[in-house]
């Protein structure tokens, strides 16, 4: 048999490319049957045609793999190491940094495979450093809105110190996003530790929190793992801004959304879930079939008048905790298209109201109102004062666990 029908065996046989060296090698030698000289050398030329093409095929998987690198980036006034981790997969390449755990770059083709940063970010530490837009980190201990920045366990009261008018947001005044994080490479990947201890700003219990980067051709995957030794409450999220034109190529009015939610959650006038889940149908937060983020920002719907456009947390559907289609964002100038899936039972989509020109970013790009949009995949917002939301409760002995990917594709 030539070498082209071995390989061509190894990918067609369902038993996988052993058996089928195998069986192939099996039958070159009951060919040769009753011809001992000649099937002594057919059988060692077939030996060796089977190691050059394993070698090829091993090849060829650790070629399909995302490389890892790892480089020190820069030191906070501690004199804190801060480390910054490149992933590259065939189709895309993520840069992830210890400092709040967060993604700092992400380059992907467009329809005609010009890469291109399509999630906001700077280049130096020192201005992630001076950011208060939480722009590409990983958001806790409770990320979204807690209302006046209290809640009960067991008929005790917990106080989160205020950010965000009477209300606490993303922890608090500092905080996971303002930590370094541990980081360790992982296959396809980086994986970050951060020990928050009992009582940081004000949470009970010591949590441990991981968060797993991997990368695979064009997914980027977010694992969420957190434990604690006393019942606290954790919403873990990644807050990355989005442009999928390009992070220096102007706004996201024109970037067309599906959201996978029949109902989102209502807010009042501070952000703050009224508890109602109220159908989207007839409101301008129907995003169930495509629309464009511009079409409707600024009409006269209450909720985007309250939030000065859209902050809202969409309620999706499908079952928590099995990972399902959340959203689809579409560019037409770039042809670029964003798909995010996640066992969360919600998404917190963002259209960057408050950017307002104060930070700048990569290539000298002043980031003002609507230049990203953010797709936060969580609990709902004060999920520990609504009892009818579910819960953000974790216990001793429990493991939090969920998933989200981003996938990067492009229409031609």
């Not at 020190?72 to 065939?90: A, C, N, P, Q």
């Not at 009960?152 to 996971?176: C, E, M, Q, V, W």
Request: charged fraction near 20%.
């Amino acid at each position: 048999m030539p070498p082209f029908a071995i390989f061509h065996s190894m990918h067609s046989e369902k038993n996988g490319p052993c058996k089928a060296i195998f069986r192939c090698s099996l039958w070159n030698t009951a060919s040769n049957h009753g011809e001992p000289h000649q099937g002594k050398r057919s059988v060692k030329m077939m030996k060796e045609l089977t190691r050059r093409v394993l070698l090829l095929f091993m090849g060829l998987t650790v070629a399909a793999q995302a490389e890892v690198t790892k480089a020190v980036w820069g030191h906070i006034s501690d004199g804190t190491s801060v480390e910054i981790y490149t992933l590259k997969s065939k189709n895309l390449e993520v840069r992830a940094a210890s400092y709040g755990a967060r993604i700092v770059s992400i380059r992907s083709p467009d329809r005609d495979g010009k890469m291109a940063d399509v999630a906001l970010g700077y280049d130096s530490l020192q201005n992630y450093l001076d950011d208060r837009t939480h722009v590409g980190t990983v958001v806790g201990r409770f990320g979204n809105r807690i209302a006046n920045g209290s809640f009960s366990i067991d008929g005790k009261t917990y106080h989160i110190p205020l950010n965000n008018g009477r209300n606490a947001l993303h922890g608090g005044t500092i905080g996971f996003d303002r930590y370094v994080w541990t980081g360790h490479q992982v296959p396809e990947g980086v994986e970050f530790t951060l020990v928050s201890p009992d009582g940081d700003m004000g949470f009970p219990g010591t949590l441990t929190a991981k968060v797993r980067y991997t990368l695979k051709n064009d997914e980027l995957r977010i694992d969420y793992f957190a434990t604690t030794d006393k019942s606290t409450v954790v919403n873990l999220t990644n807050h990355s801004y989005f442009n999928l034109n390009g992070d220096d190529r102007g706004n996201i009015l024109g970037e067309v959304v599906m959201l996978n939610a029949d109902r989102f959650t209502p807010v009042n006038s501070e952000l703050i879930p009224t508890g109602e889940q109220a159908a989207v149908k007839g409101t301008a937060l129907d995003f169930r079939h495509e629309m464009a983020i511009g079409t409707r920002i600024n009409g006269a719907d209450e909720q985007l008048k309250l939030a000065g456009g859209y902050d809202h947390n969409f309620i999706l559907n499908g079952a928590p905790g099995q990972l399902k289609l959340a959203a689809r964002v579409y560019n037409p100038r770039s042809g670029r298209v964003l798909t995010v899936r996640t066992t969360e039972p919600g998404v917190q989509f963002y259209s960057g109201n408050h950017l307002d020109g104060t930070f700048i970013g990569r290539y000298k790009t002043r980031y003002v109102i609507h230049s990203g949009f953010c797709l936060e995949t969580q609990h709902f917002p004060d999920s520990p004062n609504e009892p009818s939301f579910p819960t953000t409760l974790l216990k001793p002995g429990q493991e939090l666990h969920s998933t989200t990917t981003f996938t990067f594709t492009a229409r031609k």
